[in-house]
């Protein structure tokens, strides 16, 4: 069955540090792997996605993260954290449901980043 | 704008009373779902929706009901049965085939009294 690991409920960069949020997953099939972004109140918004191909992934607001197979994890990052960073981080992998055409994301319990002055 | 809109965004209910959280998408998309967020547990899908007239049980479908007469519409009825509904929920949507990006709403917050 798939799972998602978040290590880090709490993470805490000061604005301009390195950003790293871990992620790492179970899958018994090649997984589709996602990170989305939530302020508080509201919905998720997709940040990134890892399907096929090139395991180095390019998100929005300079977010990236690299598909590890060896290490099963998907860590995000981001060179320099600004204020506008801070909010909660979901990691999710993807599992096909019946007949294969829809799917169920499983998620993380989130990492909430918290940016300091 | 294309988008998925959730109401409304806060709702009260009593103990005992059933309500209907909306949701409403304009993106052409085939399947639709139902997610519940805790503090510190993620996201948990209730229920899912690949077509019209078709849905199925999520993970914690228990207490709650669903339906899906029009492809723009899957409103969530939280019964009384449900023992814990104060609740963050999210609906969110994506095309039937190829990308597996699901798309979200700006979510309902309920909370019981």
């Known amino acids: 069955a798939q799972s998602v690991t978040q290590l880090g409920s709490h993470v805490s960069v000061s604005e301009g540090a390195l950003v790293l949020l871990r992620c790492n997953y179970s899958?018994?099939?090649?997984?589709?792997l996602f990170w989305y972004v939530q302020y508080p109140n509201q919905g998720l918004q997709l940040l990134l996605k890892?399907?096929?191909?090139?395991?180095l992934v390019k998100g929005i607001n300079g977010f990236e993260a690299e598909f590890k197979k060896s290490e099963t994890s998907f860590h995000l990052t981001k060179p320099s954290a600004h204020m506008s960073d801070a909010a909660e981080y979901f990691c999710a992998v993807s599992v096909h449901l019946q007949g294969g055409a829809t799917n169920k994301l499983i998620f993380g319990t989130g990492t909430l980043l918290a940016v300091q002055p | 704008d294309g988008g998925i809109t959730q109401s409304p965004k806060y709702l009260f209910r009593k103990e005992g009373q059933n309500v209907t959280l909306s949701c409403e998408q304009n993106?052409?998309?085939?399947?639709m779902y139902w997610y519940r967020q805790d503090p510190g547990q993620g996201l948990r899908l209730i229920y899912y929706?690949?077509?019209?007239?078709?849905?199925q049980k999520g993970d914690i479908a228990e207490g709650y009901s669903v339906s899906r007469e029009k492809k723009e519409s899957f409103p969530l009825t939280v019964t009384s049965a449900q023992k814990n509904p104060t609740a963050f929920y999210l609906c969110?949507?994506?095309?039937?085939?190829?990308?597996?990006?699901?798309?979200f709403g700006p979510g309902t917050r309920l909370t019981v009294l």
């Open positions: 899958s018994s099939v090649p997984p589709y």
């Open positions: 993106l052409n998309h085939d399947a």
């Open positions: 929706s690949q077509i019209v007239n078709d849905f």
């Open positions: 890892y399907t096929t191909g090139a395991t």
């Open positions: 969110a949507s994506r095309v039937r085939q190829g990308a597996d990006t699901q798309y």
